[in-house]
C-alpha cells in the first residue's frame, strides 16, 4: 500500500515536470531558479521508478518481457525531458542546441529533403558497399579456409588494417569514382571487407573435426558438409561481423561525402546545415541516421535470433 | 629447422606485399597513362607508348601515385622539412595524436565508470546497455560538428572537441570488454570471497579487478584504435587547422594525391605503432600475473 502512494507520488512529480515544460513561457529557470529542484526530483523519482521496475523484473520473470524493454525506455524519456526542460528554461539559444521539440518539428517539415538524403546514402551507397564489401570477405575467408598460405599471408594484412583508420582512403575513392554514390560505396567495400573476411576465417576454422568426419561418414557431399556443418558453426562469427558492418558502413558514407558529393545526401545535409546554423535541422539527419542504424542493427539481430536459436549463447538467454 | 619455420612463417606474407606492390605498379601505369593520353589527345598531341611508359611515374599530380612516389613525399614530409613547419607530416601527426591519446584515456575512463556501474547495479544495466549499444548506430561522423559548435560556444576550442569525439567512439569497447571481464570471475571464487564477508569494494579490488585485466586490454587495443579513427574524423569538419585529417582534405581540395597517401600512411603507422603499444603493456603486465591468458 505504502509503495503505491510512493509510486503514485514519483509519477505525479514527473507529471508536473512535463506540465512545467509544455505550459510554462520559455526561459523559465532564469525567472525563478527554484523551479530547477523540481527537475532535480523528478530525476529521484525516475530513478526510484527504474529501481520498483527492475525489482518487479526479477520477482515476476512471466512479465518480464513486457518491463523489460520499458526500463530503457523511461531513462531515455527522463533524458529528452531533461534536455527540453534545460533548453527551455534557461532560454539557450537554438544554435548552439535546440530542443528535442524542435528537432522533431524540423523532422516533420522536411520529410521530402530528408527522404532523398536517406535513398542516396543509405538505398544507394550503404546497402551496395556492404552487400558488395561482405560478400567479397566471405568469398575470400572460403578461399583461404583451403590455403594456408593464402592464410599466413592475409591474417596479419587482415589485422593491421583492423588498426588502421580506412575511412582515409575517401577522398582517394571520390577522385577515382566520381561524386556520386559509387565513390562512397566503394570506401564501404574497404571497410567492411576484413571484418568479414577474419571473422568468417575464424568461424570457419573454429568448426569441429569431429562433425566434419561424421559427414564424412555419411558420405556428404562438399557443399552439404559446408551447409549443414560448416556454415551454421561459424554463422555466430559471421554475424558479429555483419552487425559491426553496419554501423561501419553508415560511418564510411557520410565521411566520404564530406569529400564530395551531389547536392543530396545526408552527409552533404550535415556540411551544408551546420554551415547555415541550422542545428535543428542536423539534428534530425542525425536522428534519421540513428534510426537507419539501429534499425538495421537490430534487423540483424533478430535474423541471428531466428537462425541461431539452437547455439547455447541464445538458450542460455532463457533461464535469467 | 628454426630458421626454416621463420621463412615458412614469413613466406606468405612478403611474397603476399611484393604481389601487392607490383599490382600498385601495373595500375599506376594503367590509371596515370590513361590520363596522360586523354591530356595529350585534348590538345590534339601525337604520342607513343613508349612516351607514355616513360612519363606515367612521373606525373604532377597522378590518380594514383606509384609506392616510391609516396615514399618520397613521405620522406620529404618527415625528414627534410622542419618539425614546426605546417608542411612536416610530424607536425601534423603530433596534433592527431594529441587528441587520440586525449580521448583515448577518457574513454576508458568512461567506460571502466559505465562498466563497474553496470556490473553492481541492475537498475543500472536495464536502462544504460541498451543505450550503450544504440549509442554506437549513430554515425560519430554526424555529431562531430554539433560537438565542435557546442564545445566552442562554451569557449573551449583546440584538442577538446576531438577528443570528445575519440572519446564517443573508444568508450564503447572498453564498456563490452570490462562488463564482460568483470562477470568472469570464477564463481568459486566470488563464493569464497562472500564467505569471508567481504565487502563489495573488497571483492571488486581482491577479485573482479583482476579477473577483468585480460579482456580490459584486449578492449584497449580497440579502443585506441577507434580513437585515431574518431581523432582524424573529427578533424574533416571541424575546419581544424592542423592533424592528419585536415591534411587529408586540404590533399583532396588541391589534387595533392601524393599528399593524401603520405598522411594515409602515417596514420597507418600511427594506428598500428598506438595498438602495438598497448599490445606491449598487455604482455607486460599479464607476464607478472603468471603468463598470457587466452581471454
Known amino acids: 500500500m505504502l509503495n503505491y502512494f510512493a509510486s503514485s507520488l514519483h509519477l505525479g512529480l514527473i507529471a508536473l515536470q512535463l506540465v512545467l515544460v509544455t505550459s510554462a513561457e520559455a526561459g523559465f529557470y532564469q525567472r525563478s531558479p527554484s523551479l530547477i529542484l523540481l527537475l532535480l526530483m523528478s530525476f529521484y523519482a525516475v530513478a526510484a521508478l527504474l529501481n520498483q521496475l527492475t525489482q518487479l523484473c526479477s520477482s515476476q520473470p512471466n512479465q518480464a518481457r513486457y518491463i523489460k524493454p520499458l526500463i530503457p525506455t523511461i531513462f531515455a524519456f527522463m533524458l529528452i525531458l531533461a534536455w527540453q526542460s534545460i533548453v527551455e528554461g534557461y532560454a539557450i539559444s537554438p544554435v548552439l542546441l535546440p530542443a528535442p521539440s524542435s528537432i522533431f518539428d524540423a523532422l516533420i517539415n522536411n520529410l521530402p529533403i530528408l527522404w532523398a538524403d536517406f535513398r542516396q546514402t543509405y538505398l544507394k551507397a550503404v546497402l551496395a558497399g556492404y552487400l558488395l564489401g561482405c ?186 | 629447422m628454426n630458421s626454416n619455420s621463420t621463412v615458412r612463417k614469413w613466406l606468405p606474407l612478403v611474397s603476399l606485399i611484393v604481389i601487392i606492390i607490383a599490382i600498385w605498379y601495373l595500375a599506376a601505369l594503367i590509371m596515370n597513362g590513361n590520363q596522360l593520353i586523354q591530356n595529350l589527345e585534348r590538345k590534339k598531341q601525337d604520342w607513343t607508348y613508349s612516351q607514355i611508359l616513360s612519363q606515367a ?26 618539425v614546426n613547419s605546417k608542411r612536416s607530416l610530424v607536425f601534423h601527426s603530433v596534433i592527431t595524436l594529441n587528441s587520440t591519446l586525449l580521448g583515448f584515456v577518457f574513454g576508458s575512463m568512461l567506460g571502466m565508470l559505465i562498466a563497474i556501474g553496470i556490473v553492481h547495479n541492475k537498475t543500472l544495466e536495464a536502462s544504460l546497455m541498451p ?144 595498438v602495438w603499444l598497448v599490445g606491449l603493456a598487455e604482455t607486460a603486465l599479464l607476464k607478472r600475473r603468471g603468463g598470457l591468458t587466452n581471454a
Open chain 1, 135 to 320: 560478400a567479397s570477405g566471405f568469398l575470400m575467408a572460403q578461399w583461404a579456409v583451403k590455403s594456408a598460405f593464402l592464410r599466413q599471408g592475409l591474417v596479419p594484412l587482415g589485422n593491421f588494417m583492423s588498426a588502421i583508420p580506412i575511412v582515409g582512403i575517401a577522398p582517394i575513392m571520390v577522385m577515382w569514382f566520381g561524386f556520386d554514390w559509387q565513390s562512397k560505396a566503394a570506401v564501404i567495400v574497404v571497410m567492411t571487407f576484413f571484418p568479414m573476411f577474419i571473422n568468417t576465417l575464424t568461424g570457419l576454422q573454429s568448426t569441429d573435426a569431429l562433425h566434419k568426419d561424421l559427414m564424412h561418414t555419411y558420405a556428404a557431399s562438399k557443399s552439404q558438409t559446408f551447409f549443414k556443418s560448416q556454415l551454421p558453426q561459424a554463422l555466430p562469427f559471421i554475424f558479429n561481423a555483419l552487425k559491426l558492418n553496419s554501423t561501419l558502413a553508415l560511418i564510411g558514407a557520410i565521411v566520404a561525402e564530406f569529400f564530395g558529393t551531389p547536392i543530396v545526401g545526408m552527409g552533404f545535409r550535415i556540411s551544408t546545415e551546420v554551415g547555415r546554423m541550422n542545428m535543428d535541422m542536423v539534428w534530425a539527419t542525425i536522428v534519421v541516421a540513428a534510426v537507419a542504424g539501429s534499425l538495421s542493427y537490430g534487423a540483424l539481430a533478430l535474423l541471428e535470433k531466428s537462425l541461431l536459436f539452437w547455439h547455447p549463447s541464445f538458450r542460455g538467454n532463457n533461464k535469467h
Open chain 2, 57 to 82: 611515374y612521373q606525373v604532377k599530380r597522378p590518380m594514383l601515385p606509384a609506392p616510391h612516389q609516396v615514399a618520397l613525399e613521405l620522406k620529404k614530409s618527415v625528414f627534410d622539412t622542419s
Open chain 2, 131 to 274: 543505450w550503450v549499444i544504440a549509442s554506437q548506430t549513430i554515425p560519430i561522423l554526424a555529431i562531430a560538428p554539433i560537438i565542435v559548435v557546442v564545445l566552442g560556444a562554451l569557449n573551449i576550442t583546440g584538442v577538446v572537441p576531438k577528443a570528445v569525439i575519440s572519446m564517443y567512439l573508444s568508450f564503447f569497447p572498453v564498456t563490452i570488454g570490462m562488463v564482460k571481464g568483470l562477470r568472469a570471475s570464477d564463481t568459486l571464487h566470488v563464493e569464497l570471497m562472500h564467505t569471508y564477508n567481504a565487502s563489495v569494494l573488497q571483492t571488486f579490488w581482491k577479485l573482479r579487478w583482476y579477473s577483468a585485466q585480460p579482456y580490459l586490454f584486449a578492449s584497449l587495443k580497440v579502443a585506441i584504435a577507434a580513437a585515431l579513427v574518431g581523432a582524424i574524423v573529427a578533424e574533416l569538419p571541424t575546419g581544424a587547422q592542423g592533424g592528419l585529417g585536415s591534411r587529408l582534405l586540404s590533399g583532396s581540395y588541391y589534387g595533392q594525391t601524393q599528399q593524401i597517401w603520405a598522411a594515409l600512411l602515417m596514420a597507418a603507422l600511427l594506428g598500428s605503432i598506438l
